[in-house]
Nanobody, 127 residues
Framework: QMELVESGGGLVQAGGSLKLSCAASGRTFSSVAVGWFRQAPGKEREFVAA????????MYADYARGRFTMSRDNARSSMYLQMNSLKPEDTAVYYC????????????????????WGQGTQVTVPS
């Protein structure tokens, strides 16, 4: 099991930027894919972005591609989500997550593939 702690959420005006961070401890961070998900009130948790264990493949949801950039720093056991051009529909609780399997060949994108989750950080973009 891996412990994950997010930070960096907050309130930002439409068109602005935020950078979320997630610090990991416990399992070997560099052996697992990591990802970001979000959940808006009354909606299901949805995929935002993920990076595979090697760092060579990054997947984005269609709405995130071109505006959000995910990265990982294995030396710091951390992952990041840089969010630009934020919109009111980006308002949600954002969660970081770690793959339940090590060295998975395909970058996971569904919540069921992730076994460790952070507590979430709120991002609010007023309309």
């Amino acid at each position: 099991q891996m412990e994950l702690v997010e930070s960096g959420g907050g309130l930002v005006q439409a068109g602005g930027s935020l950078k979320l961070s997630c610090a990991a401890s416990g399992r070997t961070f560099s052996s697992v894919a990591v990802g970001w998900f979000r959940q808006a009130p009354g909606k299901e948790r949805e995929f935002v972005a993920a990076i595979n264990w090697s760092g060579r493949n990054t997947m984005y949801a269609d709405y995130a591609r071109g505006r959000f950039t995910m990265s990982r720093d294995n030396a710091r056991s951390s992952m990041y989500l840089q969010m630009n051009s934020l919109k009111p529909e980006d308002t949600a609780v954002y969660y970081c997550a770690a793959d339940r399997r090590a060295f998975r060949e395909v970058t996971p994108t569904t919540p069921a593939d992730f076994g460790s989750w952070g507590q979430g950080t709120q991002v609010t973009v007023p309309s």
